[in-house]
């Protein structure tokens, strides 16, 4: 099957990170087995939610993972202009939920080994393909949990294609989800010297994180690679009070922040903890911890991807991906991939057409040169 129709075929599948991943894993498992690949699903504690990871050449030897995740962000509330999980061609554009973040690459997977099956290889080929990456790296957290456990492990090199429009991407903050939560003492709205307001309380929490976010700006790493080279925060959501002649007794302020390769998202936890709780009845709560990744430039990927990349270095990138779960394997990452992040989960997201046929090629000459040539 072509590239285009097997996008078309992928993006049909609505897998919104709230909806199963089964239907779509099971499609890629039989085109895969077709081929001649050894598919194994390895499916997670929730109903609907799996990885699958799929392997060719002699076990244990040093090839390739090429890896994507099978989920997409919602489509609810944007102003799409075509249904979002019908591919439609528009001019060089080929327009879905996941043209290009990141069902592109997972076609153009399929369609390289499909053109030229994976037979008589040298080194291993491996596939990953994960679930719930749009909500913290799920799916790649539970892999990397459960083969450090087993003691198993995959090729050092990995190539995620995720949209990054050919650029060669090395790095990337992690993800820090914390949870604070403010308890205060409910009152009638009349009496408010009986109650105390956990609102304002909050108010303090908020200054007290600004001041917390200008210390980590001052802690400045990573210079050459990065638009912001410091841990960044953000004030989420901020939830509070019921009603208007209430004091209200409770509030729930949600943080992000991004640790920089090198840092423990612990350690800056503590800190951010530290900095909240002596305020009053505060709690801070760890939520959710996404690895940062770095890869040292000059990998031998590298080396295969350059003639195909938009520019002859390395780059980091803003957005976390899998690639920070992988290095817990020891695996060494570079994102690279066809379509632009900048059309990511919005309304019409697109592949460019050519982009999708050149990633292709990508595939076929990296598995070529990796697995089975020397
Ligand atoms: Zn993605």
Redesign the pocket.
């Known amino acids: 099957m072509d590239v285009e129709a097997l996008l078309e075929r992928l993006v049909a599948w609505p897998t919104v990170s709230d909806q199963p991943v089964t239907g779509i894993a099971a499609e890629l498992a039989e085109r895969l087995e077709a081929v001649g690949m050894r598919v194994e699903r390895l499916d997670a504690p929730e109903p609907g939610k799996c990885n699958l990871v799929c392997s060719a050449g002699p076990a244990g030897t040093d090839g390739i993972v090429l890896s994507g995740?099978m989920d997409v962000v919602p489509v609810v509330g944007q102003p799409w202009t075509s249904d979002p999980f019908r591919l439609t061609r528009r001019g060089d554009r080929l327009v879905g939920r996941g043209a290009c973040?990141?069902k592109a690459f997972l076609a153009a997977i399929v369609a390289a080994l499909t053109r030229t099956p994976p037979k008589d290889l040298r080194r291993e080929l491996v596939l990953v393909f994960t679930h719930d990456?749009?909500v913290g790296c799920l799916g790649s957290r539970s892999l990397a949990d459960r083969f450090s456990a087993e003691g198993r492990s995959l090729p050092s090199l990995a190539l995620i294609g995720?949209p990054t429009s050919f650029r060669m991407l090395r790095m990337h903050p992690g993800h820090v989800a914390a949870r604070i939560t403010c308890a205060g003492v409910a009152a009638h709205s009349s009496k408010p010297d009986l109650g105390r307001n956990a609102i304002r309380l909050a108010a303090n929490v908020l200054d007290a994180l600004d001041a917390l976010a200008d210390r980590w700006r001052q802690d400045v790493r990573f210079a050459d690679l990065l638009e912001r080279p410091f841990v960044v925060m953000n004030v989420a959501t901020i939830h509070g009070g019921s009603a208007v002649n209430i004091v209200p007794d409770r509030c729930v302020i949600d943080v992000g922040f991004r640790p920089l390769p090198g840092m423990a998202p612990e350690a800056l936890f503590e800190e951010l903890r530290a900095a909240v709780e002596p305020l009053g009845a505060v709690q801070a709560e760890l939520v959710r911890v996404t690895p940062a990744m770095l890869t040292p430039s000059g990998t031998p990927l590298e080396d295969l991807l350059r003639p195909w990349a938009s520019a002859p270095d390395t780059a980091a990138a803003s957005f976390a991906t899998d690639g920070g779960n992988f290095e817990r394997l020891g695996m060494r990452t570079l994102v690279f991939g066809p379509g632009s992040i900048d059309v990511?989960h919005k309304a019409d997201e697109y592949v460019p057409t050519d982009e999708l046929h050149r990633a292709v090629d990508v595939v076929d000459e990296v598995v070529a040169r990796r697995c089975r040539i020397g």
Do not use: L, Y
Request: glycine content about 0%; cysteine-free; charged content about 55%.
């Open positions: 995740h973040d990141m990456e749009e995720e990511a």
